[in-house]
């Protein structure tokens, strides 16, 4: 089984090869290919990999190239892990929205959809080539904002599948508060990626007992302080949000700390030249403790699951990035939504989820609507298109920040920009 990483270079890579290395009964990667324009970072990450898989005695080989076209040439499965503009471009994204008293981050608000723009034509292109070389190739994305990088790639008729790590860190952040194993516990994770709320907590399955009552009940203070969020909200809100619902429940707060302290794109960027330096060291052959500080947590294990059962491996049920199609009837059968799905070797089909309470269906709507104009800024651009979508944007909304917005944006990512 080959299996092509496109950002290849990232510092995160060592956490995947660790993943493919230990779940090889899982997912038997022969070849795992890295890809990236940067040959120096390809050089330290690749040599790392390379020395994990020595350590836990996997057979497969790690090469690494900057040549696409002959990286997907035969791959079964391409996972897109890219960042345009690198941690300069996040740190904007993170920084200039403040200006305006509204949220600076890199996957939504005005952040969010800067970094869109930048990052849908790219992924579209480079699609575009593996649909050239190996249309039979999965492509899996957890290239952020993944709503609508995957609604971009579904739209061109990709084969493609969207994956976020939120709905896998609440299992086994839950499974570990509950004392059981993490495969005991479905989530009823609803929602948009990075907008998702857990409604319930299925012990057995998507059949058995709603556990999530007695978990908010006993361990309230414990989920609560991982969500920064206060512990009554929990409980008078029946249900466990995702810590990106900060940003919408506590906007101010959270401008007012963001605007005190250095951007999380600079402490990354710190962490990741250390990073470098650490994967440089020939004695290294594990991943470095530094690196669970640098994010998404357990992304290989739920890499390592995704591809397995679309590679032909055991169906299973996982929360993926997925078209809508009446799965929530109160959005477009054209959206992209994150919800438990059924994953085989022809793709991943949404599972029934719960009524939405309209607390969250208005959230989830206008956000929707707002992807939707993103994603017509990110494929046809001008300045008109970047302004409906920030006018559309819950956390933005009025006309003058609007305006202001849409010429910072366009002034701090013309480089990237084809149209600007």
């Excluded at 920084?95 to 008293?101: F, R, S, V």
Aim: aromatic share 6%; glycine share 10%.
């Amino acid at each position: 089984m080959r299996l092509v990483v496109v950002g290849g270079g990232s510092t995160y890579t060592p956490e995947l090869a660790d993943g493919f290395a230990r779940l090889r009964g899982t997912l038997p990667v022969s070849e795992l290919v890295l890809v990236d324009p940067d040959a120096r970072r390809l050089e330290l990450v690749g040599g790392l990999a390379r020395r994990i898989f020595a350590r836990q005695g996997h057979p497969g080989t790690v090469t690494t190239t900057g040549d696409l076209d002959a990286a997907v040439d035969g791959a079964d499965a391409v996972l897109l892990q890219l960042r345009v503009g690198g941690q300069a471009a996040r740190e904007q994204d993170e920084t200039w929205p403040l200006e305006c008293g509204c949220v600076g981050q890199e996957t939504t608000g005005a952040g969010g959809l800067a970094k869109a723009l930048r990052t849908v034509p790219v992924v579209l292109d480079i699609a575009e080539r593996v649909r050239r070389v190996n249309p039979a190739a999965w492509i899996i994305d957890f290239t952020n904002p993944v709503g609508i990088v995957t609604r971009a790639l579904l739209e061109e008729g990709h084969r493609a599948v969207g994956l976020c790590n939120v709905a896998i860190g609440f299992q086994r952040k839950f499974a570990r508060l509950l004392g059981v194993a993490p495969e005991a516990l479905h989530l009823e994770h609803v929602g948009l990626n990075h907008l998702t709320w857990e409604l319930g907590v299925r012990l057995g399955g998507p059949d058995g007992e709603d556990v999530l009552p007695g978990l908010l009940a006993e361990h309230g203070d414990a989920v609560a302080e991982d969500l920064r969020l206060p512990r009554p909200l929990l409980d008078r809100l029946g249900v466990v949000p995702s810590y990106y619902l900060r940003y919408f429940y506590a906007h101010d707060a959270v401008v007012a700390e963001l605007g005190g302290r250095p951007s999380r794109a600079a402490e990354v960027a710190a962490m990741e030249r250390r990073l470098l330096e650490m994967y440089g060291d020939p004695a290294l052959d594990e991943k470095p403790g530094l690196l669970a500080r640098r994010g998404g947590a357990f992304y290989s294990e739920a890499a390592v699951d995704l591809a397995a059962s679309l590679l032909g491996g055991r169906p299973a049920v996982q929360a993926v990035n997925v078209r809508n199609a009446g799965t929530l009837p109160f959005l477009p059968d054209d959206a992209v939504v994150e919800v438990p799905a059924e994953v085989d070797a022809t793709g991943a089909r949404p599972l029934p989820v719960p009524a939405v309470d309209p607390l969250y269906a208005g959230l989830m709507a206008q956000v929707t609507a707002y992807e939707r104009l993103a994603l017509d800024a990110a494929l046809r651009g001008g300045r008109d298109r970047v302004f409906r979508a920030l006018l559309a944007h819950p956390l933005i909304g009025q006309y003058t920040y609007a305006d202001t917005l849409a010429d910072t944006l366009i002034a701090h990512n013309r480089e990237h920009l084809a149209w600007a």
